[in-house]
């Protein structure tokens, strides 16, 4: 019986410096851990220091000889630039190369593809795909096959053959209705849990922080859990139940990145709105790795460009069980943006009774408190307080039930 191995395309990976080279090393890993994600091998890096990106090709003319004989040294398969490339730069640095050509959003676009698992996820996937490539298709004539279709050529990029310019503007018109149709969907879904009354809690973070693993700790999800990027892409939300009864949603939301393509910010905007419309934001990050500062200042900008503002923010420091003590004393857990910050380790249920306690909190802030005898006649009005509000006390006395309570502004009593 043969045994065969799956084998991995050989990628060096190019980048520009437009200043900071430590950035430009911190990006470069990134992109690295984006290519073994999608499948690839990374065999190789080169950087270029440049005032700005050369708008023909790139890289400058001379790098572009060095970079040929690392790709003979290294018998590299191809080359992935950690920016999004022009339709000239591919084409150009395409025929200079000889190999496959391909850009940090190609390679995001790639692992979103393998990771979509519902209907709707599929539909954004392939709407972003389409976008990109409908850019890229002038200037290879018949030649699509050179687009390529990312790493090992996964979902439509293996197409490209038999499809012109005109059936993917056809493709795409048919994919933006159908989001519409989820967009309304998803508006409806929002209006009603609004109308129940229940807190949303949106999860947000850096890709990999530890979002899914939260949700499932908690509401017991079943999402998938990988340390990759992008383990999970699809929202998720589930119901809490709090120990005084009361319901909590938590959604669990697509990981930010630097960089993040804007074919995948546009296509994905419903699904990245679950942050805008949420009660709460839980922001939930990676202390453990080096750059968690950098990839605080991602998430803050991805929600500002979304427009969420004034919403109160939990910041949890995840993962600490990775620090040794030194570098907890070293690291000053703060977040200046958050009205609570906690510290835990998710995964092994550390610091969760704490994140719920904020939660509560904020949940009671919003609530008027009230301390009431409720005639038996309007005994039902219980059951609405433990529905809609946080029922603290309930005693039975000969002339009613003594209540204390923390209620919505909208309940009378």
Do not use: W
């Not at 080359?79 to 339709?87: A, G, M, N, W, Y």
């Not at 990050?285 to 109160?312: C, F």
Request: glycine fraction near 8%.
């Amino acid at each position: 019986m043969f045994e065969t191995e799956e084998v991995k395309e050989k990628l060096i990976l190019v980048s520009v410096s437009l200043g900071n080279p430590g950035d430009t090393e911190k990006s470069l890993d990134e992109l690295e851990e984006l290519v073994d994600t999608a499948g690839g091998e990374c065999v190789g890096r080169m950087v270029q220091n440049l005032d700005s990106f050369v708008s023909a090709t790139y890289l400058g003319k001379g790098k572009i000889e060095e970079l040929k004989m690392l790709i003979d040294l290294k018998k590299a398969d191809g080359i992935v630039c950690d920016d999004e490339l022009s339709p000239m730069q591919l084409k150009n640095l395409t025929d200079e190369l000889n190999v496959k050509v391909m850009d940090r959003t190609l390679i995001i676009l790639d692992i979103f593809a393998a990771r979509a698992t519902t209907r709707e996820g599929k539909i954004q996937v392939e709407l972003a795909q389409l976008r990109y490539r409908s850019t890229r298709l002038l200037g290879f004539g018949k030649d699509l096959s050179r687009l390529g279709g990312g790493i090992g050529t996964r979902g439509p990029g293996e197409k490209k053959l038999e499809i012109d310019r005109r059936v993917i503007k056809n493709r795409i018109a048919m994919l933006r209705q159908d989001v519409k149709e989820i967009e309304k969907h998803r508006e409806l879904t929002r209006k009603n849990r609004k109308a129940g009354s229940i807190t949303n809690v949106a999860i947000v973070g850096y890709t990999n922080a530890g979002k899914s693993t939260f949700l499932n700790t908690v509401t017991n999800a079943s999402i998938l859990e990988e340390d990759k990027l992008f383990a999970t892409l699809d929202p998720t939300t589930r119901e809490y139940t709090t120990k005084n009864g009361g319901k909590i949603l938590f959604t669990d939301t697509v990981g930010f990145i630097r960089k993040l393509p804007h074919h995948l910010v546009e296509a994905f905007k419903s699904t990245l709105e679950e942050a805008m419309h949420g009660d709460i934001i839980l922001h939930i990050i990676d202390v453990s790795n080096e750059q968690y500062e950098e990839q605080m200042k991602v998430v803050y900008e991805t929600l500002d460009s979304l427009g969420v503002k004034n919403k109160p923010v939990i910041s949890v420091f995840n993962k600490i069980d990775k620090l040794s003590e030194e570098e907890k004393n070293d690291i000053i857990f703060k977040d200046v943006r958050a009205k609570y910050v906690e510290c835990a380790s998710i995964k092994k249920g550390i610091g969760i009774d704490n994140i719920i306690n904020d939660i509560e909190e904020i949940i009671r802030e919003q609530k008027i408190y009230v301390e009431k005898l409720i005639p038996y006649s309007e005994a039902g009005i219980i059951q609405k307080i433990r529905k809609d509000g946080e029922l603290l006390k309930e005693e039975y006395k000969e002339d009613g039930i003594y209540v204390e309570a923390y209620i919505p502004p909208f309940m009378r009593l």
